[in-house]
């Protein structure tokens, strides 16, 4: 229960043996869906602690490690202070390890870590509040890459993404910049009719 949080959080560790520290944030993985244990958590400072495991070099901790963040990322009423945390910046350095592209792209975990990373990002860009942040970081250079993943669901999450920055003439024009309206306009044509509403 919430009591045990303090002492698992105090436990994890980017030092820690990875299969210890996989077992530690499947346990948090259940307890920080309950608001109330995500409250204590936060205040036992895990969203500065998660960001700073996302330096582990294991994919396998790595996949658990963004199931915590895209849980707590999920809850409204946290999403700020974990931007301020430094979430996307977080987000971004992950994806220039795991982007099919990226040295780590071809790693089993890749696919996962790709379609959580899409589905964090969407959730951030869904809030006007943090666009003069997201447009200060490389977030639409990230998006086209996850575009480029191969993975429906993944391409799907970032082109809504892309279209959720794009509503102000500055995102419209960092969004060309960076090259996102020929491969959004090249999934048209995909045969996923979720990802074609998207980039319709």
Excluded at 21 to 32: D, F, S
Excluded at 59 to 85: G, H, T
Excluded at 139 to 163: H, N, P
Aim: proline content about 4%; overall charge positive.
């Amino acid at each position: 229960g919430a009591g045990a949080l303090p002492a698992l959080i105090e436990k994890l560790s980017i030092h820690g043996r990875v299969e210890a520290q996989v077992r530690l944030l499947a346990t948090l993985c259940n307890l920080v869906a309950v608001e109330s244990n995500a409250d204590v958590a936060v205040d036992c400072g895990l969203l500065v602690r998660v960001i700073a495991m996302s330096q582990s070099s294991s994919p396998l901790l790595l996949q658990y490690l963004l199931i915590v963040m895209r849980i707590l990322s999920d809850q409204e009423r946290l999403k700020r202070n974990f931007v301020q945390a430094g979430l996307v910046e977080c987000l971004l350095r992950l994806l220039d390890h795991f982007a099919g592209d990226g040295p780590d792209g071809s790693m089993p975990q890749a696919p996962s870590i790709r379609g959580n990373l899409s589905m964090m990002l969407c959730t951030v860009a869904g809030s006007e509040s943090f666009h003069p942040r997201l447009f200060e970081t490389n977030i639409f250079m990230g998006l086209g890459r996850l575009l480029k993943s191969g993975e429906a669901i993944t391409q799907t999450r970032a082109a809504r993404a892309v279209g959720l920055l794009a509503t102000t003439d500055r995102g419209k024009d960092m969004a060309r910049e960076a090259g996102l309206i020929r491969p959004i306009a090249w999934l048209v044509g995909s045969r996923h009719l979720d990802l074609r509403i998207e980039c319709a």
